[in-house]
C-alpha cells in the first residue's frame, strides 16, 4: 500500500496516516511510504503548528512518548525513517512490554537519530552567519547553510521567535525559508552552485537574480 506524504518533514501527515493505518490493522510491512522532496515545494507559508497531532483519535492511539521521538526522526535524512517509524509505532500498540526493551535495536535506533537531529539543529543555531545583502534593491539579511539533516525549518520557527522583527532568509540546498517580519514562509531550495562559497558573496545577488521568490 502507498501511502504519499505532502513533503520529507511531513509529521503531521505521517501522524494521521499512522493512526489510519492502525484504525485499519495495516501491518508495517504492506506499507510503501513516500514524500515529495522538499526542493519541489512552492513558496507557502508555514502553520506554526502543523507537527501537533490535532486529530483526537491520533492522540488516543499514539504513545506520547513516540510523539516527540517521531517529531525529531522525521527531520532525519535516512529514507527508511517513516518505515522504522511505522513499524516501531505499531510495535509499541501491539508489544506492550517493548517500551521497556532498552535494547531493542527499532527503538535504539530511533534514539540515535533523534539525538543526531538534535546535534544537528544546536550545530545550524550556533553556526549560521547572516550577511547584509541589497536584493533587487532591497536590503536582506541572508544566511546559506547545508544542514546534515532536514532541520532548516525547526530552526528558522526558532530564529523567528527570536528575531520577530527582523527580516531575513535562510538559503539551502534542501529548501529556502524567509520570514518577512509577521509570517515564516517555506521555498524551493538554492542550487550548490549558486551558493556563496562557490560564487562569492560579492557576486551573490547577481547569481540569485533568477530566484523570483526571493523578494
Keep these: 500500500m502507498k501511502v504519499p506524504l505532502a513533503d520529507e518533514v511531513d509529521v503531521a501527515g505521517f501522524h494521521s496516516e499512522a493512526t489510519r ?30 507537527a501537533q497531532i490535532r486529530n483526537r483519535a491520533a492522540r488516543a ?37 517493548l517500551k521497556h526493551d532498552f535494547a ?3 527503538l535504539a535506533r530511533l534514539r540515535q537519530m533523534a539525538q543526531a537531529v538534535r546535534r544537528d539543529i544546536q550545530k545550524m543555531k550556533a553556526r549560521m552567519e547572516f550577511h547584509e545583502l ?6 536582506a539579511s541572508v544566511c546559506w547553510y547545508e544542514p546534515t539533516h532536514f532541520v532548516a525549518e525547526t530552526v528558522a520557527g526558532w530564529l523567528a521567535r527570536q528575531q520577530p522583527p527582523k527580516r531575513w532568509m535562510i538559503l539551502t ?20 552552485d549558486r551558493q556563496p562559497q562557490v560564487v562569492g558573496w560579492a557576486a551573490w545577488p547577481q547569481a540569485l537574480e533568477t530566484v523570483p521568490w526571493l523578494l
Excluded: C, K, M, N
Excluded at 484504525?23 to 503548528?49: F, G, I, K, N
Excluded at 541589497?134 to 536590503?139: E, S, W, Y
Design 21 to 50: 493505518l492502525l484504525a485499519r490493522q495495516v501491518p508495517p510491512e504492506t506499507v510503501d511510504w513516500s514524500a515529495s522532496p522538499a526542493q519541489t515545494v512552492d513558496e507557502q507559508q508555514l502553520d506554526a503548528d502543523r
Design 61 to 97: 492511539i499514539i504513545p506520547q512518548s513516540f510523539v516527540r521521538t517521531s517529531e525529531l526522526v522525521v527531520l532525519h535524512r535516512d529514507p527508511l525513517r517513516f518505515d522504522l517509524l511505522y513499524r516501531s509505532l505499531w510495535r509499541l500498540i501491539y508489544e506492550p512490554d
Design 104 to 106: 531493542d535495536v527499532d
Design 134 to 139: 541589497v536584493l533587487r534593491g532591497a536590503p
Design 173 to 192: 540546498p534542501d529548501r529556502s525559508l524567509r520570514w518577512d517580519g509577521e509570517h515564516l514562509l517555506t521555498a524551493p531550495s538554492v542550487p550548490p
